[in-house]
């Protein structure tokens, strides 16, 4: 019970980055029930955006100037992906059959993938990202710079976009064109710059967490987005998918629900075997089988409509 406070604080860190990546899920299912499998990858670009960034500037550059400039960088990269991904391989499909975009989509996270590892010099090795190594001590819990980091911006993040939904028109051109897009375009709305739109947000997010994914743990490699972006669809599904909210608690859920059984199943008279780090994506999946279980729309109960 001792470390009980520093796990806590470990889930929640893990499940914040979990959320920013599944609201890119999210947002673009709750408009055009597409789930974007390929949105790890973007998570993965956004972060070798960012190490292009941090290799340009010159050596010793601040990271009070070198973090934002990272975020410019990595966001610039992963939202042309995802907005590049919408107009070229999802909608020519969009009246296909939904089997047509979803191998669309894996097949685009393969080729995202092998881009980054052919082209990028050393993809295929873990490369250093600079961190934010600082730790400081707030009673039993040790948390780094990068965590100070990571919890701010998901924070600014979703207070940012929680007013951007409600007041502004194109957020509120969001909800009518997830409600019924056929309606919301007979009013006017250009339902096709709101889908570019939440594309362009999702790409942002992710990009954000692969920074904060870089300066967590030092380095980044071609392979990161593929788990990454399966957990943070787990934690969209747990959230209820197509509820932004839902994502990050989602995410926040996943985070805590790991770590802790990471840590404490060992503890367990014949279990032992089936604690630690190794077995820590069982557990996640395991938690996700059984809320599909019992309550099959998520935590937050969103339901969009079937428009198939």
């Given at each position: 019970?001792?470390?009980?406070?520093?796990?806590?604080?470990?889930?929640?860190?893990?499940?914040?980055?979990?959320?920013?990546?599944?609201?890119?899920?999210?947002?673009?299912?709750?408009?055009?029930?597409?789930?974007?499998?390929?949105?790890?990858?973007?998570?993965?670009?956004?972060?070798?955006?960012?190490?292009?960034?941090?290799?340009?500037?010159?050596?010793?550059?601040?990271?009070?100037?070198?973090?934002?400039?990272?975020?410019?960088?990595?966001?610039?990269?992963?939202?042309?992906?995802?907005?590049?991904?919408?107009?070229?391989?999802?909608?020519?499909?969009?009246?296909?059959?939904?089997l047509a975009p979803l191998i669309t989509a894996i097949g685009l996270s393969l080729a995202l993938q092998e881009v980054v590892r052919n082209f990028y010099p050393q993809a295929d090795r873990a490369r250093p990202f600079p961190g934010l190594d600082t730790t400081h001590d707030l009673g039993s819990v040790t948390i780094?710079?990068?965590?100070?980091?990571?919890?701010?911006?998901?924070?600014?993040?979703?207070?940012?976009?929680?007013?951007?939904?409600?007041?502004?028109?194109?957020?509120?051109?969001?909800?009518?064109?997830?409600?019924?897009?056929?309606?919301?375009?007979?009013?006017?709305?250009?339902?096709?710059?709101?889908?570019?739109?939440?594309?362009?947000?999702?790409?942002?997010?992710?990009?954000?967490?692969?920074?904060?994914?870089?300066?967590?743990?030092?380095?980044?490699?071609?392979?990161?987005?593929?788990?990454?972006?399966?957990?943070?669809?787990?934690?969209?599904?747990?959230?209820?998918?197509?509820?932004?909210?839902?994502?990050?608690?989602?995410?926040?859920?996943?985070?805590?629900?790991?770590?802790?059984?990471?840590?404490?199943?060992?503890?367990?008279?014949?279990?032992?075997?089936?604690?630690?780090?190794?077995?820590?994506?069982?557990?996640?999946?395991?938690?996700?089988?059984?809320?599909?279980?019992?309550?099959?729309?998520?935590?937050?109960?969103?339901?969009?409509?079937?428009?198939?």
């Open positions: 019970m001792n470390t009980l406070p520093q796990q806590l604080a470990n889930g929640l860190l893990l499940g914040s980055m979990y959320g920013l990546i599944a609201i890119g899920y999210t947002m673009v299912y709750g408009i055009v029930q597409l789930i974007n499998f390929a949105h790890g990858e973007i998570f993965m670009t956004g972060a070798f955006g960012a190490l292009t960034v941090s290799l340009i500037l010159p050596s010793g550059t601040p990271m009070w100037a070198l973090v934002p400039l990272m975020l410019i960088g990595g966001g610039i990269v992963a939202i042309l992906i995802a907005v590049g991904a919408e107009r070229f391989a999802y909608r020519p499909l969009r009246g296909a059959p939904r780094k710079d990068a965590d100070i980091f990571l919890i701010i911006a998901a924070a600014v993040c979703m207070a940012a976009l929680a007013v951007f939904v409600r007041r502004s028109r194109t957020g509120r051109a969001m909800q009518a064109t997830a409600q019924d897009p056929d309606t919301a375009q007979l009013m006017g709305i250009d339902t096709n710059r709101i889908i570019v739109v939440a594309f362009a947000i999702g790409g942002f997010f992710a990009a954000v967490a692969a920074v904060a994914y870089g300066l967590k743990y030092g380095s980044i490699e071609y392979r990161m987005g593929f788990l990454m972006g399966l957990k943070a669809f787990t934690a969209a599904v747990l959230g209820g998918i197509g509820n932004i909210y839902g994502a990050m608690l989602g995410g926040v859920v996943l985070g805590i629900a790991e770590t802790l059984a990471s840590a404490y199943i060992t503890n367990i008279p014949g279990m032992q075997q089936l604690g630690g780090s190794s077995w820590a994506n069982v557990w996640a999946f395991c938690l996700l089988i059984l809320v599909l279980l019992l309550r099959p729309q998520g935590l937050l109960g969103e339901r969009v409509a079937d428009r198939a």
